[in-house]
């Protein structure tokens, strides 16, 4: 199983250098990836409920720039409150430059607020979603126009950089809609934390729904409390007994950050 380390990217006071020495910190701690989370225009504080001070892809493409094998994703980008034309162009942009390091992870987000400060289209933000993945497939797998989709549709154009490798796409959610959509779309699933009864269970489904298509499941966790890190080992082992083949962890308040990455490397 693959350990992955959610970069705490929620308060603006964290100094931008402070994410760059998680990445590279995590890197050396042998993390298999890092990942990034994404609001843009939250009701609230940045903080515990609302992370991404920093947007995610800027973000991937400078830490990138200074580390080596590290893969960077979002854990996860609020999909229907970006243009998937211009997603894809950047995502395509940060893979190619980075070494084909980056994995593209979505959701449908939760706040309403924030939608309609944006002027997303919150109650259709599922289908959005769908045809926001079928299209960046499209043109991330070196699709030509035309291209008729539901939503998004285009006569003529050439996209570019077609990536040389395949851009890994995760859909993050434990609800049933968004377990159809990792089955349709997606390479990876990344579950919110839940028992890992109810993981396995949430596996099962996943795989009964994506048929023939292998879809990688894991989860996200959270180290934030005052658990001694033997018992959080002993977490990552019951999840990875469940079917888990990623697991991210957020460790908290970036202050005592590299200590925890360190000490759960060591524990497992």
Request: hydrophobic letters at 45%.
């Amino acid at each position: 199983m693959e350990l992955g380390v959610v970069l705490p990217d929620e308060s603006p006071s964290m100094p931008v250098e402070a994410l760059v020495v998680l990445a590279q910190q995590a890197e050396e701690l042998g993390y298999a990836h890092a990942w990034l989370p994404d609001h843009i225009l939250p009701p609230g504080q940045f903080g515990a409920e609302f992370g991404g001070v920093h947007e995610p892809l800027v973000t991937m493409a400078h830490l990138a720039a200074l580390t080596r094998t590290i893969r960077f994703g979002t854990s996860v980008m609020v999909l229907p409150l970006r243009n998937p034309f211009l997603l894809a162009k950047q995502v395509a942009t940060v893979h190619e430059l980075s070494g084909g390091r980056v994995v593209l992870g979505v959701g449908i987000g939760w706040n309403e607020e924030e939608y309609a400060a944006v002027g997303g289209e919150f109650r259709s933000r599922g289908a959005v979603a769908d045809d926001s993945l079928a299209v960046i497939r499209h043109l991330l797998g070196g699709g030509s126009a035309p291209y008729d989709g539901r939503r998004f549709s285009y006569e003529s154009g050439v996209f570019a950089p077609i990536p040389e490798t395949s851009v890994p796409v995760l859909v993050g959610g434990n609800s049933d809609a968004a377990l159809r959509r990792a089955a349709r779309y997606a390479d990876l699933w990344q579950s919110l934390p839940t028992p890992p009864q109810t993981f396995t269970e949430r596996v099962a489904v996943l795989a009964d729904l994506a048929a023939e298509r292998t879809v990688s499941p894991g989860i996200r966790i959270q180290w934030d409390d005052d658990r001694p890190v033997v018992r959080v080992a002993e977490e990552v082992a019951a999840y990875r007994e469940a079917g888990a083949e990623h697991l991210a962890v957020h460790f908290g308040t970036y202050e005592g950050y590299v200590e925890r990455m360190a000490a759960l490397v060591r524990a497992v």
